[in-house]
């Protein structure tokens, strides 16, 4: 039987600086969600769609030459973060090897912030920027129906080659989430992600942070699915793969106090468990919410608090070290079981001093039994902060996408240059490891180990 389909869409490779176990952790085992809602919305439009996740299913860029044999597909799409850039086009080089006429896309957060980078590379012939659902139904149709270029300029969320130049078209405003198809979750193999019950609700985030590219992907505006659906999509995935504990994976799920509140009412008879993404300033100005959250079955929390010093705290997002510590000591109280605060160094104002109190905060945090990520300040291409660096008095060092991962220093602030910061985040990750314990993460404090670190950060 021939397996031919008019689009095959793919992830990525994991990319070599994360190891083949970081897949194999809950957080990072999710279905392709973005992708499959365009897989979704191509075939509502009528057009067969294969999804191949290389991410999470291994496998090299030469492999998808094997892939195109198999199922001859018209299109081939790819999503393509800013660290992975590099996998994505040697997949294209590849499809372009063995089947010219194949139409290769790249679509996703980086293609969306510097297409024109992307369609210099020869294998590469279409950019789709932001939201992806209708711009890829839309090209298929103008495909098959043969229009030339003039017509695809009106087309709007493209990029695309024309003579020695790049033509963007329009931008694209964001869809009502009610409209966006669930996500085609039959395409992929179900069964291999550990987290089933991923699912996003929200698109989008109301916060304006100058380190995150998000915010030009998504624009500023929030928008989220009816409360009715979204507990018709768990339901739906309760019936279909058994699963009754949910993660939200989406920028952040507490923007709006209201729907939040809403949906809860309508969690509370069920016997769901859920986790999600939290802001400090949303669950201190709206302090019903954390009690309506754990009734309604939230077991876990995850915060960008970014810093532990005041001053930057407050440029973040209306906070301090305070309003951290009494935020989550309540969340803890209320029962929530797990807390996530993760942290950046690098910030523009960020000293060894302000760095210090981030490890006086993060302990502060472990002794409470959070779980504490640190990493370094990356300029992902989109965010203000590579705008802008001449803003923020940043240098950056490299456009090497391939670098743009969280342990590498790529840039230099007004206070540090990017090797002391380098050796500053060793340095507190060796200090952050003390902290590690052999049962809940709490762990015995190696208060030595922890002192010299801040020694080593006060003394420079
Ligand atoms: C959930 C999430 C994860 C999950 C992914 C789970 C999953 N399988 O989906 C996990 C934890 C695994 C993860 C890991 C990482 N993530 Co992440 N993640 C997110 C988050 C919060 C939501 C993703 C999401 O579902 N978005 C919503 C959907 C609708 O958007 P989407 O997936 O991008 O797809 C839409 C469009 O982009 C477009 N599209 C995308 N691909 C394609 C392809 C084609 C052909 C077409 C036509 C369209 C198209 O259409 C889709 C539908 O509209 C985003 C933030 C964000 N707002 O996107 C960060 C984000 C994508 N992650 C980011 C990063 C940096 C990482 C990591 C590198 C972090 C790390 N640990 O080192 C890793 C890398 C993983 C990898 N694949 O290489 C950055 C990417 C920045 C960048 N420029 O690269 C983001 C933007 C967060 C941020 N602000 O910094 N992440
Ligand atoms: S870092 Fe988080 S809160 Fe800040 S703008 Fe990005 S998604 Fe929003």
Request: hydrophobic residues 40%; neutral net charge; charged residues 25%.
């Amino acid at each position: 039987m021939s397996e031919k389909v008019d689009v095959l869409l793919l992830t990525t490779p994991r990319p070599p600086h994360l190891s083949p176990s970081a897949v194999q952790v809950s957080e990072n085992s999710a279905p392709p969600l973005g992708l499959l809602c365009v897989a979704a919305a191509l075939e509502e439009a009528g057009f067969s769609v294969a999804v191949y996740d290389f991410y999470q299913l291994g496998g090299k860029p030469r492999d998808v030459a094997a892939l195109v044999a198999r199922y001859q597909p018209r299109l081939i799409g790819v999503s393509a973060l800013t660290s992975s850039v590099h996998l994505a086009l040697a997949m294209c080089r590849h499809v372009k090897a063995v089947a010219p006429d194949v139409v290769t896309v790249i679509g996703g957060p980086h293609a969306t912030a510097v297409p024109e980078d992307l369609l210099s590379h020869p294998e590469v012939d279409f950019v789709v920027r932001g939201e992806g659902e209708q711009t890829a139904v839309e090209l298929m149709r103008a495909l098959r129906a043969g229009r030339d270029r003039s017509a695809l300029s009106l087309l709007p969320g493209l990029a695309f080659r024309e003579g020695r130049g790049v033509v963007l078209t329009p931008e694209r405003p964001p869809m009502d989430f009610d409209q966006v198809p669930l996500p085609a979750r039959h395409l992929v193999p179900m069964e291999r992600y550990l987290q089933q019950g991923a699912l996003v609700s929200s698109r989008g985030c109301t916060y304006r942070c100058w380190f995150c590219s998000s915010v030009t992907f998504n624009t500023h505006r929030y928008r989220y699915r009816s409360n009715a659906l979204v507990v018709a999509e768990m339901d739906l995935l309760c019936d279909r793969f058994g699963v009754r504990s949910f993660e939200f994976i989406e920028d952040t799920f507490t923007c709006v106090p209201e729907r939040v509140l809403g949906l809860c009412r309508l969690l509370w008879d069920r016997e769901y468990e859920w986790s999600c993404q939290a802001t400090i300033p949303d669950l201190e100005e709206h302090p019903e919410l954390i009690a309506a959250m754990v009734r309604a079955g939230c077991r876990g929390l995850f915060f960008g608090i970014e810093s532990g010093n005041d001053q930057v705290l407050k440029k973040i997002k209306r906070m301090s070290r305070r309003k951290v510590i009494d935020t989550i000591d309540r969340a803890r109280g209320e029962g929530i079981r797990h807390l996530v605060t993760s942290f950046i160094i690098g910030h523009p104002w960020d000293t060894r001093e302000t760095i210090a109190d981030t490890l006086s905060l993060i302990l502060e945090l472990r002794s409470r039994g959070a779980h504490t990520p640190v990493s370094i300040l990356v300029p992902f291409p989109g965010s203000p902060i590579a705008k802008w660096p001449e803003r923020f008095g940043i240098t950056i060092h490299s456009r090497n996408w391939a670098e743009y991962h969280y342990n590498r220093a790529l840039i230099s602030t007004p206070h540090l240059r990017r090797e002391e910061l380098e050796e500053i985040y060793f340095e507190l990750l060796e200090a952050v490891t003390a902290t590690y314990g052999p049962k809940d993460g709490r762990g015995s404090l190696s208060r030595s180990r922890v002192d010299a670190s801040l020694e080593f950060l006060a003394k420079g």
